[in-house]
């Protein structure tokens, strides 16, 4: 998931970036509304972390701008505590609110939360680039998974053999099909390859992964993803 820190303070951005990248979050940065408008033209982002006193053009200014046409996450980021700064925010459209100095460990618990909905009821475009299977929404172009609105890592031939899976739901899947489609490349007794990596992908998305929910194992065939 992408997160686009606007700020005219330079090393606020940067500090913000390091605590989300540290998240595994991708970090993009603008230091006035005007370079953000002109960010999400050429970049795919999931929620922005708005600063309100801007030059050019401010932060509220801004969100009416991008409130026209998209429906991203808005983390309002100001100086002023005020009441009537937060009610204005919220009433023109921000999804919630900070005030600075903020404590790091806050911040990031705001942004995992305001993702989480965003993934979970219903407020990412439906797209069809976009898998799903019970708790588990594979995302083809943006390469992310959430399990039960968490944020899972894999690694790149864990995500095309969950992508092949997820795509063909309730196929089963013999490894020999599994190994030269992930890898394309002929298969030569690929049991104990295929069988590793399923493994962990099973550590991975499964709450008991002796007990799988998803990631099924039909003896002496293959594997196939469970659609719920």
Same mark, same amino acid.
């Given at each position: ?20 990248? #540290? ?19 050429? #970049? ?11 030059? $050019?053009?401010? %932060?509220?200014? !801004?969100?009416?701008?991008?409130? /026209? ?21 919220? #009433?023109? %459209? ?22 989480? $909905?965003?993934?979970?009821? %219903?407020?990412?475009?439906? /797209? ?10 594979? #995302? ?6 959430? @399990? ?20 063909? /739901? ?11 489609? @992930? ?5 030569? !007794? ?8 399923? $493994? ?9 992964? +002796?007990?799988?929910?998803?990631? +099924? ?6 594997? +196939?993803?469970?659609?719920?």
């Amino acid at each position: 998931m992408t997160v686009l820190v606007v700020d005219d303070d330079k090393e606020i951005c940067d500090s913000i970036g390091i605590y989300l990248k #540290n998240e595994g979050l991708t970090v993009l940065s603008a230091y006035d509304g005007v370079q953000a408008l002109e960010m999400l033209e050429e #970049n795919t982002v999931h929620l922005i972390l708005l600063d309100i006193m801007m030059p $050019r053009l401010d %932060g509220i200014g !801004a969100m009416v701008k991008i409130r /026209q046409d998209r429906n991203i996450p808005i983390i309002l980021i100001s100086a002023k505590s005020e009441d009537t700064d937060k009610i204005l925010g919220l #009433n023109m %459209g921000a999804d919630d609110y900070i005030t600075k100095p903020f404590n790091p460990l806050e911040l990031i618990a705001r942004v995992r939360s305001v993702l989480r $909905r965003y993934v979970t009821l %219903g407020d990412m475009p439906k /797209q069809e680039n976009v898998l799903k299977t019970g708790g588990l929404i594979l #995302n083809t172009v943006d390469k992310t998974l959430t @399990v039960d609105g968490e944020y899972v890592k894999l690694t790149p031939i864990e995500f095309r053999i969950l992508e092949l899976l997820m795509e063909n /739901q309730n196929r089963v899947f013999p490894i020999d099909e599994i190994y030269e489609r @992930v890898w394309n490349e002929p298969s030569f !007794a690929p049991e104990n390859t295929v069988a590793v990596h399923i $493994r962990r992908i099973r550590e991975k998305i499964e709450i008991n992964p +002796k007990e799988p929910k998803y990631l +099924k194992v039909v003896w002496g065939i293959g594997y +196939k993803i469970e659609k719920i």
